[in-house]
């Protein structure tokens, strides 16, 4: 313990450019290049030519990842996730470069939805965590609203009522979002119920064993206990059944373990990639109203583009028709950012669908999948619509139950020791 409060009181103590290091030493920002064997060991390798120790250059990986920090002002400096920066810097220069020609568009257009599919399978194929996703959600919106202050809205042909919906619309969808990363409806273990809960009955105050040389009494709590040990017995199996060996907890109906984020979920839907946390009973609303105000205001932000750079021409056709749009660069660009915003819109309208089907049939995305794995579900739609007809109770009832489960939470989960 007084190990354990040092070492906090250190942490406390340290300044905005300190940390402290995966070996558990205080290390500074400052001294990314120093003491470090394993990166002159890869360097005087790969001067002399020989072949690289594997173990040499995961050392110098981790070394890397771990001396890279920037500075905070509580709690000393922060490490920055490799994965965040991709976004930042692929997304302006492929935009760019893709409205200097209409064939580097198509070539562009056609390259970044398979780059972003192919990470996707490789980092679900490992289930591991990425902030890849969730950092191109949020630089994608950023830097669209910035572009259509900067490029459309000084062309004149907008009002301040047109800046002012989108604007409010870039505010809503990012509250919605902090909204849903906050709890997914996380089950942990009922820390006050640490003794076992077993029942021990004993004879009523006012009868005597000895009456009727004990042969009624002994029936009945023979009878008794025989049922108790029965019903105690289903629910230990039940629990056993249900019990999570990583989280230690008991599962309730329709939970399940996240492989991704290491937690029990209580009705868990999915793990989405682009909040980068997982939908379950507590955020499963507010994940939907996040994609519906995302899509509302894609959505309207472009049909304003394309009023503003192709002004001869209907708007269902100017996506695909726009005579002229290249000729400057500024138009070019922001017909090219309509085209992405179509592109990552008409992806989330259709996880949206898949949601909407789900909540009408009252299942879940991991319960539709497990159902069509073991082909005991009714589908339709090329398996748009999965009906697994377990907890399906009419297209009211599924709707009002849906609007209402973040209400009703599950209690704290049984401890441990009832199990035994």
């Given at each position: ?49 020989e072949p690289q120790k594997s173990e040499s250059m995961s050392q110098v990986a981790e070394v890397v990842t771990d001396r890279l920090r920037v500075p ?349």
């Open positions: 313990m007084k190990k354990r409060g040092k070492k906090v009181l250190e942490e406390e103590r340290l300044c905005c450019c300190e940390y402290v290091n995966r070996h558990g030493d205080r290390s500074h920002v400052a001294a990314c290049f120093c003491d470090c064997e394993d990166l002159d060991d890869a360097c005087d390798r790969f001067l002399k030519r905070w002002l509580w709690g000393g400096a922060r490490k920055v996730d490799l994965s965040i920066i991709p976004p930042l810097v692929l997304l302006p220069v492929l935009l760019r470069l893709a409205a200097l020609h209409y064939l580097l568009g198509m070539v562009v257009m056609t390259a970044l939805p398979g780059l972003v599919l192919w990470y996707y399978y490789f980092t679900h194929r490992k289930k591991g965590r990425t902030l890849f996703f969730l950092s191109l959600a949020l630089f994608s919106l950023s830097y669209m609203y910035y572009l259509f202050i900067t490029e459309v809205f000084p062309n004149g042909d907008l009002g301040l009522v047109q800046l002012t919906v989108v604007t409010a619309g870039v505010l809503l969808t990012l509250v919605a979002l902090i909204h849903t990363k906050r709890d997914p409806g996380i089950l942990r273990p009922n820390q006050e119920a640490v003794h076992s809960t077993v029942t021990y009955y004993t004879p009523l105050a006012d009868r005597d064993p000895a009456v009727n040389g004990g042969r009624q009494e002994v029936t009945m709590v023979s009878n008794r206990a025989g049922l108790t040990e029965q019903v105690g017995d289903e629910l230990k199996e039940n629990n056993k059944r249900n019990w999570c060996a990583v989280c230690g907890v008991v599962q309730p109906p329709r939970a399940g373990h996240c492989r991704i984020c290491g937690v029990c979920v209580q009705r868990l839907d999915h793990h989405c990639v682009w909040i980068n946390s997982c939908v379950g009973q507590a955020n499963h609303r507010s994940f939907l109203l996040t994609l519906v105000l995302f899509l509302l205001t894609s959505l309207y932000g472009i049909s304003l583009v394309l009023q503003s750079v192709c002004p001869k021409q209907r708007l269902f056709t100017a996506l695909l028709y726009c005579p002229g749009v290249y000729n400057q660069y500024s138009t070019a660009l922001c017909f090219t950012c309509a085209w992405y915003c179509s592109i990552v819109t008409g992806g989330l309208l259709h996880l949206l669908v898949v949601q909407v089907i789900n909540v009408s049939y009252n299942v879940t995305e991991r319960e539709a999948r497990v159902a069509l794995r073991d082909k005991t579900a009714h589908s339709a739609c090329w398996g748009l619509i999965v009906d697994t007809g377990i907890y399906s109770r009419g297209f009211r009832d599924n709707w009002a139950e849906f609007m209402t489960m973040g209400e009703n939470l599950s209690p704290p989960c049984p401890a441990p020791t009832d199990l035994v």
